[in-house]
């Protein structure tokens, strides 16, 4: 549970709302439990559940629809990431490597949420390209998209601060 | 990274970096790479925030607090209702799953309550029946025997016990034995099938329930103790004569 609850709270960005959130993903899974099929990854399948119960609160909400895909965003991760060599012993990745977890955790909330939601699902849930895909109900082609990106303005973003920090 | 080939492998970059990328792609974007100083800076960006979220991400992650996952069984068990109008099969899936989710919560409720309560007792072993037949319940025509299950609960689970003898055609036929966890302890649980039904019955070690029999999530159940010892059998519901023949071949088999 404790995966699931940090994944609504990575979703939500806040504890309430990923209470409320975890809490409505167990009624409906077990609500729609014929339609689990045995032998698959329940974790993907709860995830799918949640994923999609944050999208249908965000739509009764009304609230804007994150661009994941905009321009801006590439564009942001581009500059700030040909700025600096990401050498496995560069002074990057020593400085990716010194960040600290809330470091990690600011720079993770910060992301556009489709970007948030497939880096967590991939990178730290390990579920597979195809269980993402389903779980956000967007093409195999869309998960690895957003994971370049994601990574990419993470990336940025992380170096920016560590580099703000040790000025 | 401006030319059609750099952008048109920018998604697979992720793919490579967390290793779900195919021989092929992974090929090509090897060859790229050694070429293209833009797209293996890239690749490298992907490499190094793919390691620090897999090896740090979850420090980051909240824990659930305790009191949701209460809320959680509370509200799962006020959710529960048998299903009656489907086949064995696709009721052993759905609740497969539902025990699988249960049990995703964590031995956190279910302990505080089994102790108090026969029927939340009952309830856990409907599970459990139907996450071990799915796990460990194909039937391939094959019989334990007595001593095979015996010697098995002992080699496996360090378990010294007696399987109940055979005694008729209305014990069914051994598939397997496995061991159950539950509130209080641990479970034998032995699986049969009954003209093609699954049938368990469980064995609980120093717990003595009183004589029941219960109905619910589905199934029957009849309850009985011996020897500092309760027996639980649980069947499909409609099952409840079957089951009390076979406890009473069972009780009397074990005198």
């Keep these: 549970m404790d995966a699931l609850y940090g994944t609504a709270v990575r979703l939500a960005r806040s504890p309430d709302a990923a ?79 010194a960040a600290l977890s809330d470091e990690l955790r600011e720079a993770l909330d910060g992301l556009p949420e489709a970007f948030r939601e497939a880096i967590w ?13 389903t779980a956000l109900d ?30 | 990274m401006t030319n059609t080939n750099c952008e048109h492998l920018q ?22 790479v050694q070429t293209c100083a833009a797209c293996a800076h890239a690749l ?56 699988v989710v249960v049990l995703a919560l964590g031995a956190v409720a279910l302990p505080v309550i089994t102790g108090r309560s026969t029927v939340v007792l009952a309830a856990q072993l409907a599970l459990d029946h139907l996450k071990c037949f799915t796990i460990d319940g194909h039937d391939h025509g094959e019989v334990l025997s007595v001593a095979e299950a015996e010697a098995e609960l002992l080699n496996d689970y360090g378990w010294q016990l007696s399987v109940p003898p055979s005694a008729g055609a209305d014990q069914g036929r051994l598939l397997a034995v496995r061991r159950c966890l539950y509130g209080d302890g641990r479970a034998a649980h032995l699986l049969y099938r009954v003209d093609g039904e699954p049938v368990s019955l469980f064995i609980l070690p120093g717990l003595e329930r009183p004589v029941d029999q219960l109905s619910l999530l589905g199934h029957d159940e ?31 088999g074990a005198e």
């Design chain 1, 19 to 97: 209470q409320d959130l975890v809490q409505d993903t167990y009624l409906k899974a077990f609500r729609a439990r014929d339609r689990f099929v045995p032998g698959t990854n329940l974790k993907a399948w709860l995830y799918t559940i949640l994923h999609n119960t944050w999208r249908n609160r965000r739509r009764d909400r009304a609230r804007s629809r994150v661009e994941a895909d905009s321009e801006a965003v590439d564009q942001a991760a581009d500059q700030a990431g040909d700025m600096v060599s990401a050498a496995p012993d560069s002074p990057e990745a020593l400085l990716v490597n």
């Design chain 2, 222 to 252: 009849v309850v009985w103790n011996a020897n500092g010892r309760t027996f639980m059998l649980v069947g499909n519901a409609g099952s409840r004569n079957q089951l009390l023949q076979m406890a009473s071949n069972l009780r009397n």
């Design chain 2, 44 to 99: 490298q960006v992907q490499q190094l925030m793919h390691q620090a979220m897999a090896r740090r991400g979850r420090a980051t992650a909240d824990v659930a607090p305790p009191g949701l996952r209460t809320r959680i069984a509370a509200n799962l068990a006020a959710e529960r209702s048998p299903v009656i109008d489907v086949g064995w099969r696709t009721r052993l899936s759905a609740f497969a799953a539902a025990a």
């Design chain 1, 138 to 167: 967007v093409p195999i082609g869309t998960v690895m998209s957003r994971l370049s990106r994601g990574r990419k303005q993470l990336h940025a973003t992380l170096i920016a601060a560590r580099a703000a920090t040790n000025r």
């Design chain 2, 11 to 32: 998604p697979l970059l992720a793919a490579c970096a967390d290793g779900a990328a195919s021989e092929a792609d992974r090929a090509l974007v090897t060859t790229h």
């Design chain 1, 121 to 133: 699902l991939r990178d730290v849930e390990e579920l597979t390209y195809q269980e993402i895909a």
